[in-house]
């Protein structure tokens, strides 16, 4: 069965930080570029940050650049995503994406909620 699954996600304090985790069943990440979106409540989902197949390049949404950090590990099957300096306007369901060639698939997200 193919799958992605986030986990990491939690209630944290403002300025706290957290790691998600990315891990697929059934498919190895580093054939495919890797994305994660998160969607607060009332919003659309948005990219927050990306990480490309082969050299590493990677991208960030203003919003959370400089405050979080894309990695993969290919020989554990995972990325990651860390964020720091957390902010309450942060909590949202966070999904990992994963795209190749056309063939994608999601996550069911990870909740991650910033609050005093």
């Known amino acids: 069965q193919v799958k992605l699954v986030e986990s990491g996600g939690g209630l944290v304090q403002p300025g706290g930080s957290l790691r998600l985790s990315c891990t697929a069943s059934?498919?190895?990440?580093?054939?495919?570029?890797i994305g994660w979106f998160r969607q607060a409540p009332g919003k659309e989902r948005e990219g927050v940050s990306c990480?490309?197949?082969?050299?590493?390049?990677?991208y960030y949404a203003d919003s959370v650049k400089g405050r979080f950090t894309i990695s993969r590990d290919n020989a554990k099957n995972m990325v990651y995503l860390q964020m720091n300096s957390l902010k309450p306007e942060d909590t949202a369901v966070y999904y990992c994406?994963?795209?190749?060639?056309?063939?994608?698939?999601w996550g069911k997200g990870t909740l991650v909620t910033v609050s005093s």
């Open positions: 994406h994963a795209l190749r060639y056309g063939i994608d698939y």
């Open positions: 059934g498919f190895t990440l580093d054939d495919y570029a």
């Open positions: 990480i490309s197949k082969t050299d590493g390049i990677q």
